[in-house]
Structure formats: C-alpha cells, structure tokens
C-alpha cells in the first residue's frame, strides 16, 4: 500500500517541475490541515447560529471583522515582509537575517497592537451605541480587543512558518486550532448547561486564539533553538514593508469593510445572514488560500535567484489547476445552497442570493489565481498598492451607495464586482510587467 502511494507521487513528479511538484506536496498537506480547520470552523459556526440565531451571528461577525481590521491595520504590512525575507534567508542558511527579521516584527506590530488594543477599549462604547447603534456590540468586543497582542504574535510566527517552507504548521495556527479549541470550549459550556448567550461566545472565542498564541510560541522556539544575539532592522524592513502597508490597508478597503459598512444599512440579523454567506462564499478560495501559502516562498526564491522560466511554468500549471477545481464550489452553491444554508437555520436560507454573488466574486479570485503574491514577491510592491488602493477606494464609494439603494443585496453585488476587476486588472500587469502569462495563453495562435 505505502509503495502504491510512493509510485503515484513519482508518477506526478515525472509529469511536472519540481518546483510545481512541491508547491502540490506543500499545498497537499496544508490541504488537509486547512480542511480539517474549515470543518472545524463550518461546525462551530453551525452550532453558534442554532444557539444565539442571525442577530446573535451578526453581532459576533461585526466584533470579529473590527478586530481583524485592527490587526491588519496593526501589522503594517509586515507579514508578506517576514516570508519573503525568511524564505530568501533560510534558502541561504542565515540564521541571523532570521533571527533579526522576527525581533523586529516583535517590537514593532507588538508595540502597535497594544496602543491600538487600549484606544479601542477605551472608545468601544461610542463604537456600539453611537456609530454602529447596536448595545449588544460592546462587551464582545471589549472581550475580542484583549487578545489582540498575543494574536499578532500568532500572525508573526505563522508568517515565519511559511518562509520555513513549514506550510502546513502554518494553516494549522492561523485556522484549525482557533476554530477548533473554541469548538471544544464550547461544546463543554453547553454540555454542562451554562446558558450560552453573545458574551459566552465572545469569550470562548477570546480563550480559543489565546491558546494558539501561547502554543505556536513554544513551537516556534523549538525551531529555533540556537541562540543568536539578534538586532532589530526597523529601517531596512519598514522600507519594504511601506508599500505592502498600503496594500494592507487597500486589502481592508477590498476585502473586510463589507459586513461594517453594511452594519450602517441594516440590523444585526441582516448582518449575521451577510456573515454566513459570506463565509460559505470564501470556501470558493480554499483551494487558493492553500496555494498562495505554499507557492510564495517559491516565487520569492526563484525571481531572486533569476529563474525566469521555472518560475513561468510553476505559476502557469498552479493556476490552470486551480481554475478547474473552482468550479466545483460554484456548482454546488447553484444547485443545493438553500439546503446547504438551512443547516445553519430555516431563517438563513434568505441569504441564498447573497450567497451566490459573492461566490462569483470568489471564483473570479481563485481562477485568476496568485496574482496578488506574484507581484509582491517579484518587488512590484508599489504597483500592487496603487491597484489595490484605487479599488479599495472605489469599493467603498460603490459600497455606500448599492448599500444605501439595495442594503445587503448591494454590498453583495459591490463585493464580487470589485473583487472580480482588482484581480483580473493584476493579471494584466502580471503579464505587463513580468511578463509572466499565468495560463500560457500568449502562446496560442490565432
């Protein structure tokens, strides 16, 4: 049997690159950790839905996107910082460069969280009853904000995991043990009948991420048990981590500002239905959150080493793969969403349509593929900011007014339209300023 499995991924190695073959062995473990981590995630929000309904849902997803918005705010850019310049020192053995790199991340997301952490505190009250009118907001997310520390040190190491190559162990930090150990915590509470109500959650939520943050730091060190006088190097990673910032800040504008935005245009159940949508719309991405993890110290590698052509055939084969698997969500939605949303709770099958939308979106990201990293790893940094800056500006205008005229159908609408052009206008520049053709097609005759 284990010869019969070694042969198959001879066979697969035969066919393709080695550098393609690892980002598929890579992206297969990472894979099933991320698998068990969405299954883990897809049952703990199944079993919060059924316990505290939509409007409970609603106000959890608001907490959790302001504090997410926080963090990324926060971290300034920084992560896809630690896994290139991991990636490129470990490929040469400098441990020094490795060890400054993280000592730097430390003191300064660290420094910054925790400032952002006590004003949040602090202006929480005027966040829930006056901004977003909504009581019920404010003692979750006092709750959440007190774990943002140890949560940014949990994005600092698994960033270094991935320049490590230690994909899977990073899936496994930033998703699975999360959803996981809440999951279990939860599942304690109401098996000993404690009446689950938003603050409960709230703060088995809290409990969950701070038990990663202690268990990844441990590991961590495990890894790097050799002892070396580190320095920090502010100035040489904040010059390369600036433009990366804005590229956060535009991801914010993108990617995270719907569910707050639409928290202005509707009540918390409207919120909470948006919310799971949403979510079931992101597996459309699984596939691609997994690739991105793996291929990035790669690109990072071969552009630096001046592997044009390894590198063009890498990208091309990951990309036509993840076109093809794509589908398979988006058909799955079309036909059997209302059942699928209805495990969560009759009341949620009216996100159907919402449901749909979204993962159009989806799907145009994952078909185009790493385009995002691509450039990041390559030193487009500024390019890929002012892309991502101009359609996070644009998302929040068409945002505010589809909202105001279609409530959460609109920001539905305005979500997928904007992911589905930022993604497909990197592509051009890809093929622009890189002269990479992510699916070969300049090659074909007309």
Same mark, same amino acid.
């Given at each position: ?96 460069? /490795? @060890?400054? +790199?993280?000592?730097?991340?430390? %003191? &300064?997301?660290?420094?910054? !969280?925790? $400032?952002?952490? =006590?004003?949040? #505190? ?58 996981? /150990? @809440?999951? +279990?915590?939860?599942?304690?509470? %109401? &098996?000993?009948?404690?009446? !689950?109500? $938003?603050?409960? =959650?709230?703060? #088995? ?242």
């Amino acid at each position: 049997m284990i010869n019969k499995i070694l042969d198959y991924f001879k066979k697969i190695q035969d066919r393709t690159d080695i550098h393609t073959y690892e980002v598929i062995t890579k992206s297969s473990s990472a894979m099933i950790v991320k698998l068990i981590g969405m299954i883990a995630g897809l049952i703990l929000s199944i079993f919060v839905a059924r316990l505290i309904g939509a409007e409970g849902v609603g106000i959890i997803s608001l907490s959790n996107k302001i504090v997410a918005i926080i963090l990324i705010i926060g971290l300034v850019g920084m992560p896809a910082v630690i896994i290139k310049e991991v990636a490129i020192a470990k490929n040469k053995n400098d441990l020094q460069a /490795i @060890s400054n +790199v993280m000592k730097t991340a430390y %003191w &300064l997301n660290g420094s910054i !969280i925790f $400032i952002l952490s =006590i004003v949040i #505190i602090l202006i929480s009250p005027w966040l829930a009853n006056s901004v977003f009118k909504k009581p019920d907001l404010l003692i979750p997310l006092i709750i959440m904000t007190v774990v943002m520390t140890p949560q940014v040190f949990s994005r600092i190491f698994s960033s270094g995991l991935i320049g490590f190559k230690k994909i899977w162990q990073s899936n496994l930090v930033k998703k699975t043990l999360s959803s996981s /150990i @809440s999951g +279990v915590l939860l599942f304690i509470v %109401w &098996l000993i009948e404690i009446e !689950i109500t $938003i603050i409960i =959650i709230a703060f #088995i939520y809290a409990m969950g991420r701070l038990i990663v943050a202690i268990s990844i730091g441990f590991y961590w060190k495990y890894l790097n048990q050799i002892k070396i006088q580190s320095k920090t190097i502010l100035r040489k990673l904040i010059k390369t981590a600036l433009p990366l910032y804005v590229v956060s800040i535009s991801g914010i504008l993108i990617n995270q500002l719907d569910i707050i935005i639409l928290a202005f245009f509707a009540d918390a159940k409207e919120v909470g239905l948006y919310a799971v949508a949403s979510r079931l719309a992101l597996l459309t991405i699984f596939f691609l959150q997994i690739t991105n993890s793996a291929v990035s110290p790669k690109i990072a590698y071969l552009f630096a080493s001046k592997n044009k052509n390894e590198l063009q055939t890498m990208i091309q084969k990951t990309t036509r793969i993840l076109a093809v698997i794509s589908i398979f969500p988006m058909l799955t939605y079309l036909f059997f969403g209302n059942h699928i949303l209805s495990i969560w709770g009759e009341e949620f099958t009216n996100a159907f349509q919402i449901l749909i939308v979204l993962s159009f979106g989806q799907l145009v990201n994952t078909v185009t593929g790493a385009v995002g990293q691509i450039l990041i790893m390559t030193g487009e940094e500024v390019l890929q900011s002012k892309i991502s800056i101009f359609f996070g500006i644009w998302g929040i205008i068409q945002a505010i007014i589809l909202g105001y005229f279609f409530g959460v159908y609109g920001i539905a609408y305005s979500q997928a339209i904007n992911i589905s052009m930022v993604n497909i206008v990197k592509s051009f520049y890809v093929y622009k300023r890189l002269n990479i053709d992510i699916y070969g097609l300049s090659k074909i005759k007309f």
